[in-house]
């Protein structure tokens, strides 16, 4: 089954004010959140970033908002109205509104001190100046000793689990637990990747957005969806989707640079910014909802 999907099409937009914030449409607001910060609450989990960073962009974000749906507001009124609006209290507001910056200082969580001690601690390295490999429990040095320093609220088999989930750290049939890493450093690839993810995803949701609370035309916005694809379907689907992908650049690069030179030539303003792409996201059907293969001795029409 095939269908275009198109979020709000220009005779049935939808507007904050039109919708007057009904329940149903609080509830499906919610399932939208729910299916926007799932990705990024894996992504979180998968790179050990915790809840308390993410929670405290979050609430940055609620009041950077806020501040921009009351751009009239007196500096007095200011805090109470961006309260009264987020949810948050006062004093909150007031510690948001400060950190002009927007910069979050990230609180290392217990496996990044337990990695961070365990490469910087005399008391943890070799004669050589490297990290030891350690007897999981016993007296020091041992990296129960290494995780109750830490913490006394984590248990250090849950640590040691945790770095590992990591990649920073293994344990060996012996009895013994080593480093696999000298720093605790992003690879520079992993971190262009990120940085196309919030540019990507960022701008992709913003034009959401946007739609969703003025009249749906203002950002261009459609999807096609398919299920009931085969995996030698889906091989092909990829390939036609890498095609379809190469003809976009190859026509709309050229034609942007020609914009680009026009207004140049012309004089005009260049404050205006564009980005535009192609994702195509692929996965398993729930086992309810995919379609058996047809029995060789009946028509794929009909039902076994």
Request: glycine share 6%; aromatic share 4%; proline share 7%.
């Amino acid at each position: 089954m095939t269908q275009r999907d198109a979020p709000f099409p220009p005779d049935t937009a939808v507007t904050a004010a039109s919708a007057g914030h009904s329940p149903g449409e609080q509830r499906a607001l919610l399932r939208a959140c729910r299916a926007v910060l799932a990705p990024l609450a894996r992504l979180a989990v998968g790179h050990g970033l915790t809840f308390s960073a993410v929670t405290e962009v979050l609430k940055q974000g609620f009041v950077q908002a806020a501040r921009a749906a009351h751009p009239g507001a007196a500096a007095h009124r200011a805090v109470s109205r961006i309260s009264t609006t987020t949810g948050l209290n006062r004093r909150e507001v007031t510690r948001l509104m400060q950190r002009a910056d927007g910069d979050v200082p990230v609180a290392p969580s217990p496996a990044t001190q337990a990695f961070t001690r365990w490469l910087t601690d005399p008391a943890f390295r070799g004669a050589d100046g490297a990290p030891m490999a350690l007897r999981v429990q016993g007296p020091a040095p041992s990296f129960e000793s290494l995780a109750n320093s830490i913490t006394r609220d984590v248990h250090p088999r849950t640590l040691l689990e945790e770095l590992s989930r990591l990649g920073l750290a293994r344990a060996d049939t012996e009895g013994s637990v080593r480093l696999l890493h000298n720093a605790f450093v992003p690879r520079a690839d992993r971190e262009r990747m990120l940085a196309f993810l919030g540019a990507n995803v960022g701008d992709h949701l913003a034009a959401a957005v946007s739609n969703v609370l003025d009249d749906g035309r203002r950002h261009f916005e459609q999807a096609l969806f398919a299920d009931e694809l085969s995996a030698e379907s889906m091989a092909q689907a990829k390939v036609l989707i890498t095609e379809q992908w190469q003809g976009l650049l190859h026509t709309l690069a050229p034609a942007l640079q020609a914009l680009i030179d026009a207004d140049k030539a012309a004089g005009r303003p260049a404050d205006q910014r564009l980005r535009i792409g192609l994702f195509a996201f692929t996965e398993a059907m729930h086992p309810a909802e995919a379609m058996a293969p047809p029995s060789p001795t009946q028509s794929p029409s009909k039902e076994s």
